[in-house]
């Protein structure tokens, strides 16, 4: 990664990767203080907004789709929250629509995928064996959406496909895997929380569903004291939870959480009506009390993130997690 001159807040943004088709524009940026002053790192893989015209020309509806495949604004959202508590803080540019980063390579629709075979994509994809995700259209490279149907108007070349995994994806979560190192170096354990938007969710009868939805992958990503301690920090401000359903965590959990070796991860799902407008698509009125309500969670698992540290080197990794 390189590190810029220009000061982001109190230190220099550390820009890395590179979107292709867009003259060497960073595919992500990280503000990590040095020293650390809290052992949690906050992740937006899918905020991204550095639109390619090669890109947009692609698609079909360039501006329903796009606004339908980004976490809007959780990025400020973020960056805001991180300002405040001195959170660790990376933000991808590059957009969902270029390339998802919360899906595997191997999570590709290879109907889509014009070129080589998928036995060649540079050694990242040696057998053909896609998920559920990309099955549902929303793999590697998202192909359709309820309402909208095939998002694009014709194949991507094989090339732009191994251009953007060696420009966004292998440099993104390398990124953050040395970031969370670098955490858990420092205070004995490290805590990503993955930050991600939501249409609003309707339950029976027409109620209003939960504000936030957490995932752990079902229990193995996060240590169960950090994920009570959330949902308690929620209810104590009558916010809405729900748990794993429908958002249990995607490939950035599968990949970088392992609480048996002191890194805990949740992804954390937001209503976009919390601090969106009416039209879902400028921040809200409600946009400063969503930020208030981040803050506080994140000071509050701050603490407890530190002490279970401080636990997990005295007993071993293994034995805290459990």
Known sequence: MDETGAAHGDSAIRQGGEIPGAEGAPAFWLRAPEPSAIPILLAVPHAGRAYTGNLLERMRHPGSTSLRLEDRYVDLLADAVSRETGAALLVASAPRAMIDLNRSVEDIDWEMIRGQSRQDLQGEVDSYSPGHRARSGLGLIPRRLPGLGELWKRHHDHADLAARIAGIHQPYHACLDSALAALRERWGTALLIDLHSMPPLSLRGAQRGPEFVLGDRFGTACQGGLVGSTFSYFAERRRG??????????????????????????????????????????????????????????????????????????????????
């Open 241 to 322: 939870t729900a748990h794993n359903r429908p958002y249990a965590g995607g490939y950035v959990l599968e990949r970088h959480a392992a609480p048996q070796r002191g890194l805990h991860a949740f992804q954390l799902e937001i209503d976009r009506t919390s601090y969106l407008d009416a039209r879902q698509i400028e921040p809200g009125e409600r946009f400063d009390e969503m930020v208030a309500v981040l803050v506080g969670l994140v000071r509050r698992l701050a603490g407890e993130v530190a002490a279970l540290g401080r636990m997990e080197r005295a007993v071993g990794w293994g034995m805290a997690a459990e």
